[in-house]
């Protein structure tokens, strides 16, 4: 079965960082686009950043760029995001998820995601 372990999420204060990880197996790793969509109560889902597979090019919503990075690692089998000076709007459940390539990735087509982790941002 495929998986997608994400962990790392936790209380911050405003300003602060945290570092997400997710491990995948069961599928060809190397063979798929990968990245973090996010979700808040309420709130649909938002794509927040996604490393491509073919050349490993990298990609972040607006509203996470220069704060946050994204990167894989084909032989470890995981992806971790880094997430910098943490705002109350990124109080979220962060889902790591797996696509054919990041274009099908923006349009929330997954071909498979985890079960998420919380990250809450006091203030």
């Known amino acids: 079965d495929v998986q997608l372990q994400a962990f790392g999420g936790g209380l911050v204060q405003v300003g602060g960082f945290l570092r997400l990880s997710c491990a995948g197996s069961?599928?060809?790793?190397?063979?798929?686009?990968i990245g973090w969509f996010r979700q808040a109560p309420g709130e649909e889902r938002e794509g927040v950043a996604c490393?491509?597979?073919?050349?490993?090019?990298?990609e972040y919503a607006d509203s996470v760029k220069g704060r946050f990075s994204s990167s894989r690692d084909n032989a470890k089998k995981t992806v971790d995001l880094q997430m910098n000076n943490l705002k109350p709007e990124d109080t979220a459940v962060y889902f790591c998820?797996?696509?054919?390539?990041?274009?099908?990735?923006?349009?929330?087509?997954?071909?498979?995601w985890g079960q998420g982790t919380k990250v809450t941002v006091s203030s």
């Open positions: 490393v491509m597979n073919k050349d490993g090019a990298k």
């Open positions: 998820a797996i696509a054919i390539r990041c274009s099908y990735f923006w349009r929330a087509e997954y071909e498979d």
């Open positions: 069961g599928f060809t790793f190397d063979d798929h686009a």
